[in-house]
Protein backbone atom coordinates (compact mmCIF):
# COMPACT_ATOMS: atom_id res chain seq x y z
CA UNK A 1 0.00 0.00 0.00
CA UNK A 2 2.57 2.56 0.85
CA UNK A 3 4.71 1.88 -2.58
CA UNK A 4 1.41 2.84 -4.09
CA UNK A 5 0.44 -1.09 -5.14
CA UNK A 6 -2.77 -2.39 -5.39
CA UNK A 7 -3.07 -5.53 -3.15
CA UNK A 8 -6.06 -6.07 -4.95
CA UNK A 9 -4.28 -7.68 -8.61
CA UNK A 10 -3.26 -10.62 -6.14
CA UNK A 11 -6.56 -11.43 -4.35
CA UNK A 12 -7.14 -14.91 -4.33
CA UNK A 13 -9.85 -16.15 -6.19
CA UNK A 14 -10.58 -18.44 -3.64
CA UNK A 15 -11.38 -19.02 0.45
CA UNK A 16 -7.79 -19.14 1.75
CA UNK A 17 -6.78 -20.18 5.41
CA UNK A 18 -3.33 -19.69 6.32
CA UNK A 19 -2.05 -21.65 8.95
CA UNK A 20 1.41 -22.08 10.01
CA UNK A 21 3.61 -25.10 11.59
CA UNK A 22 4.78 -22.96 14.83
CA UNK A 23 6.30 -24.39 17.75
CA UNK A 24 6.43 -21.45 20.85
CA UNK A 25 10.05 -21.35 22.19
CA UNK A 26 9.87 -22.48 26.37
CA UNK A 27 11.68 -19.87 27.60
CA UNK A 28 10.57 -19.36 31.23
CA UNK A 29 9.31 -23.02 32.84
CA UNK A 30 7.98 -23.80 36.11
CA UNK A 31 4.04 -25.75 34.90
CA UNK A 32 2.37 -22.31 35.80
CA UNK A 33 -0.21 -21.21 33.24
CA UNK A 34 1.13 -17.72 33.50
CA UNK A 35 4.55 -18.92 32.31
CA UNK A 36 2.79 -20.18 29.28
CA UNK A 37 1.52 -17.26 28.87
CA UNK A 38 4.62 -15.36 29.18
CA UNK A 39 6.18 -17.63 26.73
CA UNK A 40 3.34 -16.82 24.14
CA UNK A 41 4.06 -12.72 24.69
CA UNK A 42 7.99 -13.17 23.99
CA UNK A 43 7.20 -15.20 20.77
CA UNK A 44 5.17 -12.76 19.46
CA UNK A 45 7.10 -9.72 19.92
CA UNK A 46 10.50 -11.82 18.64
CA UNK A 47 8.46 -12.07 15.80
CA UNK A 48 6.75 -8.81 15.77
CA UNK A 49 7.03 -8.42 12.06
CA UNK A 50 6.05 -11.66 10.63
CA UNK A 51 2.38 -11.22 12.69
CA UNK A 52 2.36 -7.61 11.46
CA UNK A 53 2.33 -9.11 7.85
CA UNK A 54 -0.03 -11.98 7.96
CA UNK A 55 -2.26 -9.10 9.65
CA UNK A 56 -1.82 -6.88 6.67
CA UNK A 57 -2.13 -9.78 4.18
CA UNK A 58 -5.77 -10.66 6.32
CA UNK A 59 -6.91 -7.05 6.03
CA UNK A 60 -5.79 -6.16 2.48
CA UNK A 61 -7.50 -9.46 1.29
CA UNK A 62 -10.85 -10.30 1.15
CA UNK A 63 -10.77 -14.06 1.00
CA UNK A 64 -7.65 -14.77 3.38
CA UNK A 65 -8.11 -15.79 7.02
CA UNK A 66 -4.70 -15.42 9.45
CA UNK A 67 -3.32 -18.28 10.19
CA UNK A 68 -3.95 -19.62 14.11
CA UNK A 69 -1.42 -17.86 16.05
CA UNK A 70 0.71 -19.68 18.67
CA UNK A 71 -0.40 -21.22 21.65
CA UNK A 72 -3.78 -22.30 19.54
CA UNK A 73 -3.07 -25.60 19.54
CA UNK A 74 -1.41 -28.61 17.05
CA UNK A 75 -2.00 -27.93 13.31
CA UNK A 76 -4.20 -31.12 13.47
CA UNK A 77 -6.50 -29.81 16.19
CA UNK A 78 -6.26 -26.32 14.31
CA UNK A 79 -7.92 -28.15 11.09
CA UNK A 80 -10.53 -29.91 12.83
CA UNK A 81 -11.58 -27.29 15.37
CA UNK A 82 -11.08 -23.76 13.94
CA UNK A 83 -10.85 -24.69 10.16
CA UNK A 84 -13.53 -27.42 9.27
CA UNK A 85 -16.55 -25.75 7.94
CA UNK A 86 -18.31 -29.27 6.13
CA UNK A 87 -20.57 -26.85 4.08
CA UNK A 88 -19.55 -23.10 2.62
CA UNK A 89 -22.13 -20.46 2.74
CA UNK A 90 -20.84 -18.41 -0.27
CA UNK A 91 -21.46 -14.37 -0.70
CA UNK A 92 -24.11 -15.37 -3.45
CA UNK A 93 -26.04 -17.20 -0.89
CA UNK A 94 -25.15 -20.39 -2.69
CA UNK A 95 -23.79 -23.24 -0.55
CA UNK A 96 -21.76 -25.68 -1.56
CA UNK A 97 -19.52 -29.10 0.33
CA UNK A 98 -16.45 -27.69 1.61
CA UNK A 99 -13.23 -28.82 0.19
CA UNK A 100 -9.41 -28.35 0.47
CA UNK A 101 -6.16 -28.05 -1.44
CA UNK A 102 -3.29 -27.62 0.31
CA UNK A 103 0.66 -28.55 1.14
CA UNK A 104 -0.26 -29.02 4.80
CA UNK A 105 0.73 -33.06 5.86
CA UNK A 106 -2.15 -33.68 8.05
CA UNK A 107 -4.55 -32.11 5.84
CA UNK A 108 -5.84 -35.63 5.21
CA UNK A 109 -7.39 -35.98 8.90
CA UNK A 110 -9.91 -33.61 7.04
CA UNK A 111 -11.54 -36.17 4.87
CA UNK A 112 -12.33 -37.42 8.41
CA UNK A 113 -14.69 -34.88 8.85
CA UNK A 114 -16.31 -35.23 5.43
CA UNK A 115 -14.10 -32.62 3.70
CA UNK A 116 -12.37 -33.75 0.60
CA UNK A 117 -9.16 -32.69 0.89
CA UNK A 118 -6.25 -33.24 -1.60
CA UNK A 119 -2.11 -32.20 -1.09
CA UNK A 120 -1.15 -29.95 -4.13
CA UNK A 121 2.58 -29.14 -4.14
CA UNK A 122 3.10 -25.23 -3.60
CA UNK A 123 3.29 -23.94 -6.93
CA UNK A 124 0.02 -26.05 -7.79
CA UNK A 125 -1.42 -24.31 -4.69
CA UNK A 126 -0.05 -20.87 -5.42
CA UNK A 127 -1.94 -20.62 -9.15
CA UNK A 128 -5.24 -22.02 -7.94
CA UNK A 129 -5.04 -19.15 -5.65
CA UNK A 130 -4.62 -16.82 -8.72
CA UNK A 131 -7.89 -18.57 -10.08
CA UNK A 132 -5.81 -21.09 -12.26
CA UNK A 133 -7.50 -23.94 -12.85
CA UNK A 134 -5.81 -27.12 -11.37
CA UNK A 135 -5.45 -30.52 -13.23
CA UNK A 136 -6.45 -33.16 -10.80
CA UNK A 137 -6.56 -37.04 -12.31
CA UNK A 138 -9.19 -38.84 -10.86
CA UNK A 139 -8.87 -42.12 -9.32
CA UNK A 140 -10.26 -44.87 -8.66
CA UNK A 141 -12.38 -44.90 -5.86
CA UNK A 142 -12.37 -47.94 -3.50
CA UNK A 143 -15.19 -48.76 -0.98
CA UNK A 144 -13.83 -49.69 2.72
CA UNK A 145 -16.62 -51.74 4.35
CA UNK A 146 -16.79 -51.65 7.93
CA UNK A 147 -19.12 -54.04 9.90
CA UNK A 148 -19.63 -55.29 13.16
CA UNK A 149 -18.22 -53.45 16.33
CA UNK A 150 -15.63 -54.04 18.61
CA UNK A 151 -14.71 -55.50 22.10
CA UNK A 152 -15.05 -54.47 25.19
CA UNK A 153 -11.34 -53.47 25.85
CA UNK A 154 -10.05 -52.84 22.50
CA UNK A 155 -9.09 -49.07 22.11
CA UNK A 156 -9.08 -46.79 19.46
CA UNK A 157 -5.28 -47.17 18.68
CA UNK A 158 -6.18 -50.63 18.35
CA UNK A 159 -9.08 -50.18 15.82
CA UNK A 160 -6.95 -47.69 13.25
CA UNK A 161 -4.01 -49.77 13.48
CA UNK A 162 -5.63 -52.95 12.65
CA UNK A 163 -7.52 -50.92 10.17
CA UNK A 164 -4.41 -49.49 8.37
CA UNK A 165 -2.61 -52.81 8.69
CA UNK A 166 -5.18 -54.20 6.33
CA UNK A 167 -5.08 -51.37 4.12
CA UNK A 168 -1.41 -51.86 3.42
CA UNK A 169 -1.85 -55.89 2.87
CA UNK A 170 -4.61 -55.45 0.38
CA UNK A 171 -3.29 -52.61 -1.45
CA UNK A 172 -4.74 -49.00 -2.29
CA UNK A 173 -1.90 -47.49 -3.41
CA UNK A 174 -2.64 -44.76 -5.96
CA UNK A 175 -6.58 -44.98 -5.14
CA UNK A 176 -9.01 -43.26 -3.30
CA UNK A 177 -10.92 -44.86 -0.79
CA UNK A 178 -14.65 -44.11 0.70
CA UNK A 179 -15.34 -45.99 4.26
CA UNK A 180 -18.77 -47.11 4.30
CA UNK A 181 -21.06 -50.00 6.23
CA UNK A 182 -22.91 -50.25 9.94
CA UNK A 183 -19.53 -50.10 11.55
CA UNK A 184 -18.73 -46.43 10.60
CA UNK A 185 -21.13 -45.40 13.07
CA UNK A 186 -19.34 -47.38 15.91
CA UNK A 187 -16.03 -44.69 15.04
CA UNK A 188 -15.86 -41.62 16.78
CA UNK A 189 -14.55 -38.65 15.01
CA UNK A 190 -11.26 -38.91 16.49
CA UNK A 191 -10.95 -42.30 15.26
CA UNK A 192 -12.46 -41.36 11.55
CA UNK A 193 -10.11 -38.66 11.20
CA UNK A 194 -6.93 -40.52 12.28
CA UNK A 195 -7.80 -43.62 9.91
CA UNK A 196 -7.56 -40.52 7.41
CA UNK A 197 -4.22 -39.39 8.45
CA UNK A 198 -2.56 -42.18 7.99
CA UNK A 199 -3.36 -42.43 4.35
CA UNK A 200 -0.05 -41.77 3.58
CA UNK A 201 1.13 -44.80 5.06
CA UNK A 202 -0.81 -47.00 3.03
CA UNK A 203 -0.25 -45.23 -0.30
CA UNK A 204 -4.14 -43.82 -0.67
CA UNK A 205 -5.00 -40.55 -2.03
CA UNK A 206 -7.52 -40.21 0.24
CA UNK A 207 -9.44 -41.67 2.80
CA UNK A 208 -13.00 -40.46 3.17
CA UNK A 209 -15.65 -40.41 5.28
CA UNK A 210 -18.90 -39.22 4.20
CA UNK A 211 -21.00 -36.64 6.45
CA UNK A 212 -23.50 -38.12 8.92
CA UNK A 213 -25.37 -36.71 12.12
CA UNK A 214 -22.07 -37.74 14.19
CA UNK A 215 -20.10 -35.11 12.23
CA UNK A 216 -22.27 -32.77 12.62
CA UNK A 217 -22.60 -33.13 16.07
CA UNK A 218 -18.85 -32.62 16.20
CA UNK A 219 -18.95 -29.27 14.88
CA UNK A 220 -21.95 -28.26 16.36
CA UNK A 221 -19.86 -28.10 19.91
CA UNK A 222 -16.78 -26.44 18.51
CA UNK A 223 -19.24 -23.76 18.78
CA UNK A 224 -18.46 -21.95 15.46
CA UNK A 225 -21.73 -22.09 14.20
CA UNK A 226 -25.22 -20.83 15.52
CA UNK A 227 -28.28 -23.09 15.71
CA UNK A 228 -29.91 -21.25 12.83
CA UNK A 229 -26.70 -21.86 10.87
CA UNK A 230 -26.37 -26.12 11.89
CA UNK A 231 -29.37 -26.10 11.06
CA UNK A 232 -28.97 -24.35 7.35
CA UNK A 233 -26.36 -27.00 7.38
CA UNK A 234 -28.11 -30.08 8.17
CA UNK A 235 -30.89 -29.33 5.39
CA UNK A 236 -28.49 -28.42 2.90
CA UNK A 237 -27.39 -32.04 3.46
CA UNK A 238 -30.26 -33.64 3.54
CA UNK A 239 -31.71 -32.21 0.22
CA UNK A 240 -28.34 -32.74 -1.52
CA UNK A 241 -28.38 -36.23 -0.36
CA UNK A 242 -24.99 -35.80 1.23
CA UNK A 243 -25.73 -37.11 4.65
CA UNK A 244 -24.83 -40.54 5.34
CA UNK A 245 -26.90 -42.98 7.30
CA UNK A 246 -24.28 -45.59 8.17
CA UNK A 247 -26.71 -47.93 9.48
CA UNK A 248 -28.69 -48.02 6.14
CA UNK A 249 -26.18 -49.36 4.07
CA UNK A 250 -26.27 -52.75 5.82
CA UNK A 251 -29.40 -52.91 3.38
CA UNK A 252 -27.83 -50.81 0.47
CA UNK A 253 -24.66 -50.91 -0.07
CA UNK A 254 -23.19 -47.73 -2.11
CA UNK A 255 -21.88 -48.78 -5.90
CA UNK A 256 -17.25 -48.15 -6.26
CA UNK A 257 -15.49 -50.35 -8.89
CA UNK A 258 -14.12 -52.41 -6.01
CA UNK A 259 -15.34 -53.42 -2.51
CA UNK A 260 -12.86 -54.37 0.75
CA UNK A 261 -14.37 -55.40 3.81
CA UNK A 262 -13.47 -55.53 7.49
CA UNK A 263 -15.16 -56.93 10.31
CA UNK A 264 -14.69 -54.30 13.58
CA UNK A 265 -14.95 -58.00 15.88
CA UNK A 266 -11.74 -59.15 14.32
CA UNK A 267 -9.70 -56.75 16.15
CA UNK A 268 -7.90 -57.69 18.86
CA UNK A 269 -6.11 -55.49 22.06
CA UNK A 270 -2.70 -55.27 21.02
CA UNK A 271 0.79 -53.59 21.46
CA UNK A 272 2.69 -51.42 19.09
CA UNK A 273 5.86 -50.80 18.79
CA UNK A 274 8.64 -50.50 19.02
CA UNK A 275 8.98 -48.52 15.27
CA UNK A 276 5.98 -48.75 13.81
CA UNK A 277 3.06 -49.90 13.36
CA UNK A 278 3.80 -53.12 11.59
CA UNK A 279 5.35 -54.15 14.55
CA UNK A 280 2.00 -54.65 16.00
CA UNK A 281 1.88 -57.63 18.44
CA UNK A 282 -1.61 -59.06 20.13
CA UNK A 283 -1.74 -58.86 23.94
CA UNK A 284 -1.89 -62.65 24.06
CA UNK A 285 1.00 -63.53 21.94
CA UNK A 286 3.25 -60.61 23.90
CA UNK A 287 4.71 -63.05 26.23
CA UNK A 288 5.76 -65.23 23.76
CA UNK A 289 6.95 -62.73 21.09
CA UNK A 290 8.67 -61.01 24.39
CA UNK A 291 10.47 -64.59 24.95
CA UNK A 292 11.93 -65.25 21.33
CA UNK A 293 13.20 -61.28 20.91
CA UNK A 294 14.89 -61.95 24.44
CA UNK A 295 16.94 -65.00 22.86
CA UNK A 296 17.68 -63.81 19.17
CA UNK A 297 18.49 -60.02 20.55
CA UNK A 298 20.03 -58.84 17.28
CA UNK A 299 18.95 -55.29 16.83
CA UNK A 300 18.42 -54.77 19.79
CA UNK A 301 22.27 -53.51 21.44
CA UNK A 302 23.21 -57.02 22.06
CA UNK A 303 25.28 -58.30 19.49
CA UNK A 304 25.42 -62.14 20.02
CA UNK A 305 22.46 -64.18 20.59
CA UNK A 306 21.72 -65.38 24.85
CA UNK A 307 21.20 -68.18 26.05
CA UNK A 308 18.66 -67.70 29.13
CA UNK A 309 15.04 -69.59 29.93
CA UNK A 310 12.37 -67.54 31.36
CA UNK A 311 11.79 -70.20 33.94
CA UNK A 312 15.83 -69.62 35.55
CA UNK A 313 15.11 -68.18 39.07
CA UNK A 314 17.39 -65.23 39.42
CA UNK A 315 18.58 -64.09 43.32
CA UNK A 316 20.07 -60.87 43.53
CA UNK A 317 23.18 -60.45 45.64
CA UNK A 318 24.44 -58.09 47.88
CA UNK A 319 28.16 -57.50 46.64
CA UNK A 320 30.54 -56.99 49.37
CA UNK A 321 32.35 -53.86 50.32
Keep these: DSQGGDPGLVEPACLVDLLLEYSTRSELSAGSDSLAKRNEELEFRRNRE ?12 CNVTMAIPPGSGIPLMSHLEFLNRIVINGDDHVMYPDSVLGSEPRLAAMNGMGILAWGLRGIEIESALLGNPVTIAIPEVIGYKISGDFGEFVTSTDV ?11 GVGGAGVEFFGGGVAKLSV ?35 FDDDEMRRMESYLRGSHLLRKYQDEEREEPVYSKVIEFDLSSVQTSLSGPMSFKHRVPLQKVSTQFEDVLKDCNGYGISRPLSISLSDEFQLQRSEE
Design 50 to 61: LFQFLKWAERAF
Design 160 to 170: VLAITKHLCSV
Design 190 to 224: GDRTTISNMAPEYGALFAFFAVDQYQLDHVKKTGR
